[in-house]
């Protein structure tokens, strides 16, 4: 089993960035798809960002695409979420995720979760 552990999130002014990063441990960190989702007050959890094993591929929600970049490095056990342009609506509890198997886009082929990191974005 892999654990997660997220850092990065903050307060930031509409318009600025935030990078958040999530360290794992546990097991091989090449053998998992990443992803990072995020959970807004009253809001059901929705996927953000996902990269592939090799990070070769990556897919983003329509409502970040050219704003955040999702990265990972293998030799450093994390993977990244540049988020820029941010906006009000981004404030949520960002959540890092791996997947051992299944469709790295795929929100149900995430299994281990860590406990999440505030992003608070103001007007």
């Known amino acids: 089993q892999v654990q997660l552990v997220e850092s990065g999130g903050g307060m930031v002014q509409a318009g600025g960035s935030l990078r958040l990063s999530c360290a794992a441990s546990g097991r091989t960190f090449s053998n998992y798809a990443m992803g990072w989702f995020r959970q807004a007050p009253g809001k059901e959890r929705e996927l953000v960002a996902t990269i592939s094993w090799s990070g070769g591929n990556t897919y983003y929600a329509d409502s970040v695409k050219g704003r955040f970049t999702i990265s990972r490095s293998n030799a450093k056990n994390t993977v990244y979420l540049q988020m820029n342009s941010l906006k009000p609506e981004d404030t949520a509890v960002y959540y890092c995720?791996?997947?051992?198997?299944?469709?790295?886009?795929?929100?149900?082929?995430?299994?281990?979760w860590g406990q999440g990191t505030q992003v608070t974005v103001s007007s």
């Open positions: 995720a791996a997947a051992r198997s299944g469709t790295y886009y795929v929100t149900s082929s995430y299994k281990y």
